[in-house]
């Protein structure tokens, strides 16, 4: 079973004090010895994008470059904080489906690997273009999305990509593009999934779309990338992917397709991220309002808002008192109903009590609403060792 926490009791509590609260903390082993658990278990043939928008914070994206990772980027400025890596070209990624013409330029400038959402993506590139420039076609497909939390949207009409009934007329229409070449597809289709099972078989579908597209119009797959979606624990007693069983099925799949010859993306964000970071935050005082405890907290959505958008809490623990059975309604300090991160079970919390939010390496600081009320930004510590 993964920990859901990075740092120990007394690690959060010199943290706290040496920087102050609210705070992340990012630990370096955790960030290391996660990126080193998942590309050991896959096959040699998977090149693994970590997916920035998941944790931007420059000494994250220097530790997994350092273990050979490539990025998959979402924004001009994602673009720059991998470009500041000065990695050799092929490891950077550029996804999205409002790509403007200075971040297509910007990618074709860096030599940047598109993943291109619809026929603007492909238009404005050959216009940029003077050389052939290879992309990928991201795909919405038309199969069953296990996604039950939003952050794709499940298979009915999407943003992203091109459908998938619309793809032949557009590698048509793409045929007589000056410069730019589809070589790779891009399917996202799975969100937190711990199940190896299902991730699989929602990587086996994608496979048996790229060959269907394959044999039908003679494309040529030098990538086919998978997307992220590898789950991880929130919750006491949820199980971790089985990495073993995930990579053995990859392994599996590629095999059942010898037909492809090219390399398998996956870009994981939440996986490789989440678990190397704490949000920590005092109570600032306790209410009880009309049989609810509220604890109010230095921090809410404004740091940490996948509560919010998901339903799901992060785990969070009291630092140094143990185990309770006391229910509080942890909220933040905004001025809205919505400044919610929880209901849980905890010791009686007291103002200046210490909370640790677990496995907020991913989708923390860098998602919430920082400037909302124009709180000060949390800092963000990273822990070498
Ligand atoms: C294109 C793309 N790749 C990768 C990811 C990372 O997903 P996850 O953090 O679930 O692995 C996302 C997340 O939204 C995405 O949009």
Known sequence: MTPLFAFDDATCRDLAEAHGTPCFAYSATVALSGFRALRAALPARVRL??????????????????LGASFDCASIGELDRVGALELPPGRTFFAGPGKREAELAKALALGVRVQAEGWEDLARLDALATEPVAVNLRVHPAFDLDEGNRIIGGTGPSAFGVDEEEVPALLARAAALRHVRIRGLHVFAASNQREAATLLAI????????????????????????????????APGETSLDLVRFGQGLSDLVADHPWFTGELILEPGRFLAGPCGVYLARVVRIKESRGTRFAILEGGINHLIRPLLTGQAFPVQAVGKGEGEVLHTLAGPLCTGLDRLGEVRLPALAPGDLLAFGQAGAYGRNEAMTHFLSHPVPPEVWVAN
């Open 49 to 66: 994008a970590y997916a920035v928008k998941a944790n931007p914070h420059p000494d994250l994206l220097r530790t997994f470059a350092n």
């Open 203 to 234: 990587h086996g579908a994608v496979l048996a779309l790229a060959k269907r597209l394959h044999e039908a119009h003679a494309l040529i797959l030098e990538q086919i990338d998978l997307g992220g979606g590898l789950g991880i624990p929130y």
